[in-house]
């Protein structure tokens, strides 16, 4: 009865959001408990919980109205996919606010496949999800589940420090998971130039072995072959070989292929065959989460207050930001003491000097203008300009992105009286990212500015 109940609620909600949405968040959830008085929902992961907690319970709700079910409390709960180990947390009708619990980490069991180079802590269960790298997490499990098959090569682009390393070994844990037999390689490109060196100058055999007999060929920071022309020659014959014969190619850079210099014309086509899609640098809400999870996982809550100066203060880089946490998290271990902002501020002071706490309206506004070679007061103003209307879309979805102002405050910034414009242009940019490439770099391309 829960599985047909649940079924019921996921097809009428599949209906009504976007597809990645659906499978990011919707997906892998199952109802586990059902009584008069509380729905239990499991989802895979704390990020997901905050987002059901947050953004879906309302929508999850109308639903389950509608399917005659309609309970007192409806409750989220992290299931592990080894343990089944879970954590809880009651929301009502009302409540708006999640609290973060402690999080059980999966150890996912993965088999030893000879000299595949992951790194098992890489995991699609340990990745946090937001809007900044949504589409690529949707795609790489779709590779995952299918590998050869759908998206062949999967190109994943984005700087330094936003995730792709952990995301592409993700893939291959996956699928070695679920295939104990496949084989699987991953390697950087910098090993790839030199056990090609070793071939080429010293018929060093093994090489077309090692590279052509895979299943799935994983090869980070592919940017370092540019310029490197028999390198290049060699990578090409081995991607043929692969792509021939329905092996999966999966390939990390830090720029999309067309801007890769003095990559070759064939490669950079063949690059492209597939999906090329970018991970972006992380949102507030999921600046929040990577601090709450990164917490839990060292068993530490850590207030709220304290999640937000570190997701306000390092905006542009995980690594920056795990790296902070870290040295919050061992200076209060060795004091025993709880940390706090007044710990992490005497502690990053340093990075509130290199990186601006807050951006303003302004700001937002007068770079959007900038990078769109245009005046601010034209983004300010009422013309209807194809060249002014979507930098003016653009500075509004930042000022909702960045900011987290209402609705009418963004109106007001840009000299307006009805809200309904903002509205409409920031929900039609969210869009434009899933699809569109060029706003997607546009809009990245003007982060990197607001925080340089």
Same mark, same amino acid.
């Given at each position: 009865?829960?599985? !047909?109940?649940?079924?019921?609620?996921?097809?009428?909600?599949?209906?009504?959001?976007?597809?990645?949405?659906?499978?990011?968040?919707?997906?892998?959830?199952?109802?586990?408990?059902?009584?008069?008085?509380?729905?239990?929902?499991? &989802?895979?992961?704390?990020?997901?919980?905050?987002?059901?907690?947050?953004?879906?319970?309302?929508?999850?709700?109308?639903?389950?109205?509608?399917?005659?079910?309609?309970?007192?409390?409806?409750?989220?709960?992290?299931?592990?996919?080894?343990?089944?180990?879970?954590?809880?947390?009651?929301?009502?009708?009302?409540?708006?606010?999640?609290?973060?619990?402690?999080?059980?980490?999966?150890? +996912? !069991?993965? #088999?030893? !496949?000879?000299?595949?180079?992951?790194?098992?802590?890489?995991?699609?269960?340990?990745?946090?999800?937001?809007?900044?790298?949504?589409?690529?997490?949707? #795609?790489?499990?779709?590779?995952?589940?299918?590998?050869?098959?759908? @998206?062949?090569?999967?190109?994943?682009?984005?700087?330094? =420090?936003?995730?792709?390393?952990?995301?592409?070994?993700?893939?291959?844990?996956?699928?070695?998971?679920?295939?104990?037999? /496949?084989?699987?390689?991953?390697?950087?490109?910098?090993?790839?130039?030199?056990?090609?060196?070793?071939?080429?100058?010293?018929?060093?055999?093994?090489?077309?072995?090692?590279?052509?007999?895979?299943?799935?060929?994983? $090869?980070?920071?592919?940017?370092? $072959?540019?310029?490197?022309?028999?390198?290049?020659? =060699?990578?090409?014959?081995?991607?043929?070989?692969?792509?021939?014969?329905?092996?999966?190619?999966?390939? =990390?850079?830090?720029? +999309?292929?067309?801007?890769?210099?003095?990559?070759?014309?064939?490669?950079?086509?063949?690059?492209?065959?597939?999906?090329?899609?970018?991970?972006?640098?992380?949102?507030?809400?999921?600046?929040?989460?990577?601090?709450?999870?990164?917490?839990?996982?060292?068993?530490?809550?850590?207030?709220?207050?304290? &999640?937000?100066?570190?997701?306000?203060?390092?905006?542009?880089?995980?690594?920056?930001?795990? =790296?902070?946490?870290?040295?919050?998290?061992?200076?209060?271990?060795?004091?025993?003491?709880?940390?706090?902002?007044?710990?992490?501020?005497?502690?990053?002071?340093?990075?509130?000097?290199?990186?601006?706490?807050?951006?303003?309206?302004?700001?937002?506004?007068?770079?959007?203008?900038?990078?769109?070679?245009?005046?601010?007061?034209?983004?300010?103003?009422?013309?209807?300009?194809?060249?002014?209307?979507?930098?003016?879309?653009? /500075?509004?979805?930042?000022?909702?992105?960045?900011?987290?102002?209402?609705? +009418?405050?963004?109106?007001?910034?840009?000299?307006?009286?009805?809200?309904?414009?903002?509205?409409?242009?920031?929900?039609? $940019?969210?869009?434009?990212?899933?699809?569109?490439?060029?706003?997607?770099?546009?809009?990245?391309?003007?982060?990197?500015?607001? @925080?340089?």
């Amino acid at each position: 009865m829960r599985d !047909t109940l649940w079924q019921s609620v996921l097809g009428e909600i599949e209906l009504s959001v976007s597809h990645a949405n659906f499978t990011t968040w919707f997906k892998h959830t199952r109802l586990i408990e059902h009584t008069d008085e509380r729905i239990t929902i499991a &989802v895979p992961n704390i990020f997901a919980k905050r987002q059901f907690e947050v953004k879906f319970n309302n929508q999850v709700r109308e639903v389950l109205t509608k399917n005659g079910v309609d309970p007192v409390q409806i409750r989220y709960t992290v299931e592990t996919t080894a343990a089944k180990k879970t954590i809880s947390r009651e929301v009502k009708p009302e409540q708006s606010d999640a609290r973060v619990d402690q999080l059980v980490t999966p150890t +996912p !069991t993965i #088999a030893k !496949t000879p000299a595949t180079s992951l790194n098992k802590r890489y995991t699609f269960a340990n990745f946090i999800v937001g809007s900044s790298n949504d589409l690529a997490y949707t #795609a790489c499990q779709a590779v995952a589940a299918s590998p050869g098959i759908k @998206y062949n090569p999967l190109f994943i682009y984005g700087g330094v =420090g936003l995730g792709k390393t952990h995301l592409l070994q993700a893939v291959g844990n996956e699928i070695i998971a679920h295939q104990p037999d /496949a084989r699987v390689l991953y390697v950087s490109s910098e090993t790839f130039v030199n056990e090609f060196l070793e071939h080429v100058r010293f018929k060093k055999k093994g090489f077309s072995d090692k590279y052509r007999n895979v299943d799935v060929l994983i $090869i980070d920071d592919i940017q370092f $072959i540019a310029g490197k022309e028999a390198t290049q020659e =060699g990578f090409f014959h081995t991607f043929n070989a692969l792509h021939q014969s329905n092996k999966q190619i999966i390939i =990390g850079s830090d720029k +999309p292929p067309r801007s890769i210099p003095t990559l070759t014309e064939r490669l950079r086509s063949r690059f492209e065959w597939g999906m090329a899609i970018d991970i972006q640098m992380p949102d507030f809400e999921t600046r929040c989460a990577i601090v709450e999870t990164k917490a839990s996982l060292s068993g530490i809550t850590i207030n709220r207050e304290t &999640v937000e100066f570190l997701a306000n203060n390092i905006k542009t880089n995980i690594r920056e930001l795990e =790296g902070a946490l870290n040295q919050l998290l061992a200076y209060a271990e060795m004091r025993g003491i709880d940390p706090d902002v007044s710990i992490a501020e005497g502690l990053l002071g340093n990075v509130r000097e290199s990186r601006p706490r807050h951006v303003t309206a302004k700001q937002i506004i007068d770079k959007t203008a900038r990078h769109f070679q245009i005046e601010s007061r034209e983004i300010c103003s009422a013309r209807r300009d194809k060249h002014i209307v979507v930098p003016r879309q653009i /500075a509004m979805y930042l000022l909702r992105s960045e900011l987290h102002l209402s609705f +009418p405050r963004i109106a007001a910034e840009l000299g307006r009286k009805d809200h309904t414009t903002a509205i409409h242009s920031v929900e039609k $940019i969210e869009k434009s990212i899933k699809l569109d490439l060029l706003i997607r770099e546009q809009i990245n391309d003007i982060r990197e500015k607001l @925080y340089a």
